[in-house]
């Protein structure tokens, strides 16, 4: 059974940054090459954050230059450090795996 597990959500203030992990079982990354971390707010639809595949990263504008997508295969693990975040992006940040695999999801909310 394929299980993705996202963490390292919370509340931060304006400025403040987080790094979110997504954790994969039943599945091993180094046998996939797209992955990706995207994001959905309220009344939104859900919408691209950063993908990874193989060694090639892209961002959507609103978070290039501040967030950053890595994996580490060895731990089987997809992260997502952010940086200056902005209320703007208040959350919930979905892991992705070759647009098959989803995980639950973590909060992110940027506020003061």
């Known amino acids: 059974q394929v299980q993705l597990v996202e963490s390292g959500g919370g509340l931060v203030q304006p400025g403040g940054s987080l790094r979110l992990s997504c954790a994969a079982s039943?599945?091993?990354?180094?046998?996939?090459?797209?992955m990706g971390w995207y994001r959905q707010a309220p009344g939104k639809q859900r919408e691209m954050v950063a993908t990874?595949?193989?060694?090639?990263?892209n961002y959507s504008t609103s978070v290039k230059d501040r967030f950053t997508i890595s994996r580490d295969v060895a731990e089987n693990a997809l992260y997502l450090e952010m940086n200056s975040l902005k209320p703007e992006d208040t959350a919930v940040y979905f892991c992705?795996?070759?647009?098959?695999?989803w995980g639950q999801g973590t909060q992110v909310t940027v506020s003061s």
């Open positions: 992705n795996v070759e647009n098959i695999y």
């Open positions: 039943g599945i091993r990354f180094i046998n996939f090459i797209n």
């Open positions: 990874l595949t193989r060694h090639k990263t």
